[in-house]
């Protein structure tokens, strides 16, 4: 059930990092707002999500390293959660900018964090869609099972 909750932070963090990003590409004031969601939601969210999937696999019959779709559900969180930790330097100097008054001059950034955040919420998407279907298939390397 942790992991469900932890897992809905995350989609709702994506979720509402996007909204910002639409938002400040078209002019409104939102980066601020988009590093406070990064940094206290998203991101804990992410990483919390990623402890909570390791520490429940290991207790369950799917295993960590049993299944194709356990592996994968891994390998993508892990990309998720690096990716948004990279962003967090950009997130700060849009903040920055948009702070100072220099926000004109970010377009690359502002775009972005518009691709990245929909990219993100589309593996999260893909990542439940493991856990609803759980896919067959053990790995050829999985440890038997006793």
């Known amino acids: ?37 990064a940094w206290w939601v998203a991101l804990p969210a992410g990483y919390l999500s990623l402890l909570v999937g390791i520490i429940c ?9 049993r299944y194709w779709w356990v592996i994968a559900k891994l390998g993508l969180t892990v990309i998720v959660v690096v990716v948004l930790q990279l962003q967090l330097r950009t997130i700060d100097a849009l903040a920055a900018a948009e702070a100072s008054g220099a926000l004109a001059t970010m377009t690359a950034g502002k775009t972005a964090m518009v691709l990245h955040a929909s990219g993100g919420i589309v593996v999260l998407i893909v990542l439940t869609l493991l856990s609803i279907i759980k896919p067959r298939g053990v790995a050829r390397f999985a440890p038997r099972a006793a």
């Not at 059930?1 to 979720?15: D, E, Q, R």
């Not at 696999?57 to 390293?65: K, N, R, V, Y």
């Open 57 to 65: 696999s290991a207790g369950t019959p799917w295993g960590l390293f």
């Open 1 to 37: 059930m942790l992991h469900v909750l932890t897992s809905v932070g995350f989609i709702g963090g994506a979720a509402s990092f996007l909204a910002l990003a639409l938002a400040g590409l078209g002019g409104r004031p939102a980066y601020a707002d988009m590093q406070l969601i």
